[in-house]
């Protein structure tokens, strides 16, 4: 099981330590480590900053969000990032939510997410594997456009630049067991939410029968700390604000995965909490047993025995959310 540094996206601004810390994830030994946006700082800016500082480690997005780019925009920015980086990128792409696609980026959540994906990930492709102009009949990313409104001009068009790596390697985040299935056939890889190593049938069947050299690459948070529930407190406050407030009431995939491995009540509990504005409420509503399956936190010992669950299953890359440079070295120890 390889190691990654996960480092999400920035809060209010940028976040100083991250070319440091990767740079220590480097010295380590990390085989990679992976930027994501929301509504904010974008996934491959600072992954560019942190390439130019590096020589080694494997940089990725996780996630770049689909509805940010449109699936040619997201194929040039991997293609250049991976010649500049002298082959080091792999794309980490996810639909995201009504919330987000239609109030931050204004267009339609598509009624069909798994064949917007489906389209998405077909275009990206074509566009890395530059064989022929690209060309879609899609109902979501068709090329060239041919809609209404178009100009009837639309012309197909082949990358003016080769890409360094016509397989540059494409992950996908997914949560519901159909769009799991999906990435496991369409994608190199998967990024699961919430990974739990005692419950993959969460995620559905086809988790069990995964291609050669299929990459399962979670992100969990990692702390080494003396006091558990302390250390747990950070990832109640994120699943506090994923299941309460990254989505709506009647539609949240992130409230429904929890549901799934076992926590529907409480699921639902957090989301009334948090949406009625009792934010700290929703935090401490999380059930410690449910945060704690999903990281790894505690004193080395603890860390160390609960890694070999971790290597059990199918996880190829283990991307650790790791506050400080002791836990990514003691994490690296562990797993040497």
């Excluded at 997201?74 to 792999?90: F, K, N, V, Y």
């Excluded at 449910?290 to 190829?316: H, K």
Aim: hydrophobic share 40%; with cysteine; net charge neutral.
């Amino acid at each position: 099981m390889r190691l990654g540094l996960a480092l999400g996206y920035w809060g209010r601004g940028p976040a100083t330590d991250h070319v440091e810390l990767a740079r220590e994830a480097e010295r380590l030994g990390y085989d990679s480590v992976w930027t994501a946006e929301s509504w904010g700082s974008d996934a491959f800016t600072p992954l560019t900053w942190i390439a130019a500082r590096t020589s080694r480690i494997r940089l990725g997005t996780a996630v770049a969000q689909m509805a940010a780019r449109s699936p040619t925009t997201t194929a040039m920015h991997a293609l250049t990032l991976d010649h500049l980086s002298g082959g080091r990128m792999t794309l980490g792409l996810g639909l995201s939510g009504p919330q987000v696609v239609e109030g931050w980026y204004g267009r339609p959540f598509p009624k069909s997410p798994l064949t917007a994906t489906r389209e998405y990930v077909d275009v990206v492709r074509q566009v890395l594997r530059r064989e022929a102009p690209v060309e879609l009949d899609g109902r979501f990313h068709p090329l060239p456009y041919r809609g209404p409104d178009a100009t009837g001009l639309g012309k197909p068009l082949k990358s003016i630049t080769h890409p360094l790596r016509p397989r540059l390697p494409v992950l996908l985040g997914a949560e519901g067991p159909r769009n799991v299935a999906q990435t496991i056939r369409i994608a190199d890889g998967w990024l699961p939410l919430y990974w739990s190593p005692n419950r993959p049938e969460a995620y559905g069947d086809a988790v069990r029968d995964l291609p050669e050299g299929f990459q399962v690459a979670p992100m969990a948070q990692v702390r080494v700390c003396e006091d558990v529930a302390e250390g747990l407190l950070p990832v109640k406050a994120m699943l506090g604000f994923y299941i309460g407030g990254m989505g709506h009431a009647a539609r949240n995939f992130h409230a429904d995965l929890m549901g799934r491995m076992g926590y529907e009540e409480e699921a639902r509990r957090i989301q009334e909490l948090f949406l009625s504005g009792r934010r700290d409420e929703a935090v401490l509503a999380v059930p410690d047993a449910f945060a704690d399956e999903i990281s790894l936190v505690g004193p080395r010992e603890r860390i160390a025995e609960r890694l070999q669950s971790w290597r059990r299953g199918p996880v190829t890359d283990l991307l650790a959310v790791a506050p400080d440079r002791t836990t990514l070295r003691v994490l690296a120890e562990l797993n040497g």
